[in-house]
């Protein structure tokens, strides 16, 4: 089943503690992309890539790193979390091409307190 | 840059009555429309597209679109709603840079 796999769905850390939310994709995707999701706010994208070893800084990119060594895996790496980055995140792939429609996975839950 | 605009945050309506979700995107060269719909606790799904060809597109679940290039518009539609379209809806406008960019989202919440 093609799909866009986050884990963890749930995640309660504390400030200052680094940690990775990881995701897959197994549609050969080239372009891969990290939204966070806040009320009122819509989503707004943290990082992109458009290919292995290819990244670029989105709207919000302030306190994430990304990489994208493999072409199926995009991590978000938070090397220290503050609480305004408690949030809902999700990742979400696609064909390159502006006309190709993103598939997103079921967002992780972040909370830091 | 690019901007969309959905015009409601919040749109309230019964079950079985029609309802339209608002979106107008930037005047563009190239341009492609999407909408997405997120159910709660899960992520977002592709409703419908937009890439050339008829204006009046179909999606899953009985909506429709209609692409208006003289209004920038790209409003949603369903002649009748069910509670079970209770849920986000997303307009994403693509092209040119190809970085998508969202509107803040719609809450299309159905009483019965």
């Known amino acids: 089943e093609a799909q866009v796999t986050q884990n963890p769905r749930y995640l309660i850390t504390v400030t200052g503690k680094k940690l990775t939310v990881t995701c897959s994709q197994n549609?050969?995707?080239?372009?891969m992309s990290w939204y966070r999701q806040d009320p009122g706010l819509g989503l707004r994208q943290i990082y992109y890539?458009?290919?292995?070893?290819?990244?670029d800084k989105g709207d919000v990119p302030e306190g994430y790193k990304v990489s994208r060594k493999e072409k199926r895996n995009f991590p978000l790496i938070l090397e220290s979390p503050s609480p305004n980055q408690t949030s809902l995140y999700f990742c979400?792939?696609?064909?390159?091409?502006?006309?190709?429609?993103?598939?997103f996975g079921n967002g992780t839950r972040l909370t830091v307190t | 840059a690019q901007s969309v605009t959905q015009l409601d945050s919040q749109v309230p309506v019964f079950e079985e009555a029609p309802v339209e979700l608002r979106c107008n995107y930037s005047?563009?060269?190239?341009?492609?429309l999407f909408w997405y719909v997120q159910y709660p606790n899960q992520g977002l799904q592709l409703l419908l597209k937009?890439?050339?060809?008829?204006?009046l597109v179909k999606g899953i679940n009985g909506f429709e679109a209609e692409f208006n290039k003289s209004q920038t518009s790209f409003h949603l539609r369903k002649p009748s709603v069910h509670i079970s379209d209770t849920a986000e809806y997303f307009c994403?406008?693509?092209?040119?840079?190809?970085?998508?960019?969202f509107g803040r989202g719609t809450s299309l919440i159905v009483h019965p």
């Open positions: 979400a792939s696609s064909l390159w091409g502006s006309n190709s429609p993103l598939h």
């Open positions: 549609m050969n995707h080239e372009y």
């Open positions: 890539s458009m290919n292995v070893e290819v990244t």
């Open positions: 005047s563009s060269v190239s341009v492609y």
């Open positions: 937009y890439l050339s060809g008829s204006t």
């Open positions: 994403v406008q693509s092209g040119g840079s190809y970085i998508p960019t």
